[in-house]
């Protein structure tokens, strides 16, 4: 079964780190660009960052560039986000994403939630 | 930064009537040399992920039932629900995936009348 189960969320003070795994399983992870999106509960999806298959490109939204790093190892079959300088618009459930051709996510996860509060 | 709007915010549809999304982005997701519009629509059920319904603006993806499609090229497009059922309600999401960063709609909640 294909699947993906993020992991490493929870409450942690503004200006702490998180970082974020998702652990894929039943399909060849290191063939597919893989994404992080996040949503504040109640509101809508928003993008975060993507990595190719092989780690050697990245990309990121310009609210947490410089702050996020998103990463991945294909031995493991796992991709990370790492968080820091977390502020409380951080706070939200975190998907990892499949993108099938690069393109759209075919397979999601259920979500990590992040919570930035003192 | 593409920007993608839809309309309306919420929508009420009977059961069996036809439901209409709207999406457009601020620029053209319509990649010239291979005559593809780089985007998609996802269906997202309270506590759930989302799902992929649309791909290429028209392309439904496989198991998706054969009453949801899209429509549309360059700036706007449509998913079209042709007759709703009881687990089409559901907030709709479009996204571009023409350039960084891949933006989504805002959402569009789809209810019963």
């Known amino acids: 079964e294909v699947q993906l189960v993020e992991s490493g969320g929870g409450l942690v003070q503004p200006g702490g780190s998180l970082r974020l795994s998702c652990a894929a399983s039943?399909?060849?992870?290191?063939?597919?660009?893989m994404h992080w999106v996040r949503q504040v509960p109640g509101k809508g999806l928003v993008w975060v960052s993507r990595?190719?298959?092989?780690?050697?490109?990245?990309s990121y939204a310009d609210s947490v560039k410089g702050r996020f790093t998103i990463s991945r190892d294909n031995a493991k079959n796992t991709l990370y986000l790492q968080t820091s300088s977390l502020r409380a618009e951080d706070t939200a459930v975190y998907y990892c994403?499949?993108?099938?051709?690069?393109?759209?996510?075919?397979?999601w996860g259920k979500g990590t939630p992040v919570t930035v509060s003192s | 930064d593409i920007v993608m709007t839809q309309s309306p915010d919420s929508l009420a549809v009977s059961l069996g009537e036809r439901a209409t999304i709207n999406c457009k982005s601020s620029?053209?997701?319509?990649?010239?040399?291979?005559?593809?519009?780089?985007l998609a629509w996802y269906q997202q059920k309270p506590g759930q992920p989302p799902k992929l319904l649309i791909y290429?603006?028209?392309t439904r993806e496989s198991g998706v039932p054969d009453r949801f499609s899209g429509s549309g090229s360059g700036t706007d497009f449509t998913l079209t629900i042709s007759s709703l059922q009881a687990e089409d309600v559901a907030v709709y999401y479009c996204?571009?995936?023409?350039?960084?960063?891949?933006?989504f709609g805002q959402g569009t909640t789809l209810d019963f009348k």
């Open positions: 290429w603006a028209s």
């Open positions: 994403a499949r993108y099938r051709l690069g393109f759209f996510a075919d397979v």
């Open positions: 990595i190719n298959s092989d780690g050697s490109s990245t």
């Open positions: 620029q053209s997701v319509l990649y010239t040399s291979n005559k593809k519009n780089y």
């Open positions: 039943g399909f060849t992870f290191s063939t597919y660009w």
């Open positions: 996204q571009q995936y023409y350039d960084a960063p891949y933006s």
